[in-house]
C-alpha cells in the first residue's frame, strides 16, 4: 500500500465483495492467509454463522494478538495460526483443516504495520531498517542495504520498485553505507532523486522494494496458491486481494493457467502436457473499489480483486464422493460432509 496516506487503523477492503467472491455460506469452512487485526476474518465469521469455522494465519505475532482479542466472541470457531503462508498446505494439515469452502489472500502490509513507529516498514517514522513481517525471519531491510553487491542492489530495486533511477539509487547507497535506519535511507535517496517526484517520496519504491525482497513476498505468493487449490474442496473458491502490479499479475497469469486444459506453447502441433483445469475464474475483470470506499479508505485505491472456483473433473468428483463415503474418521470432516455428500450424490449418483 502506498506510504503517503495516514490512517489509525487498518480498514478491510472491499469487505462486501470479499464475502461474495468467496461465497461465504452458513457451516462453511474458510482460511484467511492473511488475518492481520481481523477484519475480513470477523466478516467471514459473521457470514458463516452458525458453524462456520475459520483458519486465520499471519506471519506477524502483533496482527496475531489483535485478531485473537477481536474474534474471541466466536470462541471455538476461529483458529489462529502464527505462520508464514509459504507453509499452507504443513499448517492446513497440523490444523485438520482441509478441504474447505474458501480461501482468501489479503497481501501486503497492514496499515498497523506500516504506520508503527519501529518496524521500519515506513520512512514517516525513523525506525531501524527492518521490514519482516516476523521477527523469527533472518533477513532484515538493513542487512540488504549494507550487504549486497551495487549489481544485486540495482536489480532489486528495478525488478521490485519498477524504479527508473535503480542504477543511481544503488550506486549511492554504496557510496553511503553503512545505511541504518530509514530516514538515513530515505534522505539519501532524495538527494540524488530530488525531495519530490511527482506525488510520491522519491524514497518509496526503494523501499517497497526492499519490503518485497526481504519479505519474499512473491515467491511465496506463487508457492502458496499452488499449495491452495489442493485444499479447496468441492467448487471452493480461491479470492486474492492484491495492491502492486507485481503481486497481481502473479495471480492473473496463476488463476489463467489452472483456468486451461492444455498450457502447451501454441506451436505445439499436438497437446503433450497432459494437464487439466482445476479453476475456473469468476472475474474476467478484476475487481477493484468503489470510488466511495476510495474515498473514506485512500489506502484501498490499489487493491485488485481476482476470484476463481474450484472444478473437479468428473473423475475426480466421484474420487470424492468415495473417499468421504469411505472415511472412517467422521470428524476429519465433521459438518461439511452431509452436505457435500448429498450436493455430490444429487449431481451424479441420483438416478
Ligand atoms: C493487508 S493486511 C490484511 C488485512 C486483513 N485482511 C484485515 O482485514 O484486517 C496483510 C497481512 O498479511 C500478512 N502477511 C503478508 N505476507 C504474509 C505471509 N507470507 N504469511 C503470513 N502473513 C503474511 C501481514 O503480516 C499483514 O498482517
Known amino acids: 500500500m502506498g506510504e503517503t496516506m495516514l490512517a489509525p487503523t487498518h480498514i478491510p477492503v472491499m469487505v462486501k465483495e470479499t464475502i461474495e467472491a468467496l461465497n461465504v455460506q452458513p457451516g462453511g469452512r474458510y482460511i484467511d492467509c492473511t488475518v492481520d487485526g481481523g477484519g475480513h476474518a470477523a466478516a467471514i465469521l459473521s457470514h458463516s454463522a452458525p458453524g462456520g469455522q475459520l483458519l486465520g494465519i499471519d506471519a506477524d505475532p502483533e496482527a496475531i494478538k489483535i485478531a485473537s482479542n477481536r474474534l474471541a466472541a466466536y470462541g471455538s470457531s476461529v483458529r489462529l495460526a502464527n505462520e508464514n503462508f509459504v507453509n499452507l498446505s504443513a499448517i492446513c494439515y497440523r490444523y485438520d483443516f482441509s478441504p474447505v469452502h474458501g480461501i482468501l489472500f489479503d497481501l501486503g502490509l497492514s496499515s498497523l504495520q506500516l504506520d508503527s513507529d519501529g518496524r521500519g516498514f515506513s520512512f514517516q517514522h525513523d525506525a531501524p531498517l527492518d521490514m519482516r513481517f516476523s521477527p523469527g525471519q533472518k533477513i532484515t531491510a538493513a542487512d ?6 551495487e549489481t544485486d542492489l540495482e536489480r532489486l530495486i528495478r525488478t521490485y520498485g519498477e524504479e527508473s533511477f535503480s542504477r543511481q539509487i544503488a550506486h549511492r547507497i554504496v557510496e553511503a553505507r553503512p545505511i541504518t535506519t530509514t530516514l538515513q535511507l530515505a534522505q539519501v535517496i532524495a538527494q540524488l532523486v530530488g525531495q519530490r517526484r511527482g506525488k510520491i517520496h522519491p524514497a518509496t519504491r526503494t523501499f517497497h522494494a526492499l519490503r518485497i525482497a526481504v519479505n519474499q513476498e512473491l515467491e511465496n505468493l506463487a508457492s502458496a496458491l499452488e499449495q491452495a487449490i489442493k485444499l479447496l474442496g468441492w467448487q471452493g473458491r480461491l479470492v486474492v486481494i492484491s495492491y502492486h502490479s507485481l503481486e497481481d499479475r502473479i495471480v492473473k497469469q496463476f488463476m489463467r493457467r489452472e483456468a486451461k ?37 485512500p489506502r484501498s485505491r490499489s487493491a485488485r480483486l481476482r476470484a476463481a472456483e474450484l472444478v473437479a473433473t468428473r473423475d475426480e468428483q466421484y474420487q470424492i464422493i468415495e473417499g468421504l463415503s469411505t472415511k472412517k474418521e467422521e470428524k476429519s470432516y465433521g459438518w461439511r460432509r452431509p452436505t457435500l455428500l448429498k450436493k455430490l450424490r444429487q449431481a451424479f449418483l441420483a438416478p
Open 261 to 297: 486444459d492444455c498450457i502447451c506453447p501454441p506451436s505445439a502441433p499436438a497437446c503433450v502436457c497432459q494437464h487439466n483445469a482445476s479453476l475456473r475464474i469468476l472475474n474476467k475483470k478484476v475487481i477493484t473499489p468503489s470510488p466511495v470506499e476510495v474515498q473514506v479508505n
Open 144 to 149: 540488504i542495504v549494507n550487504t549486497y553487491s
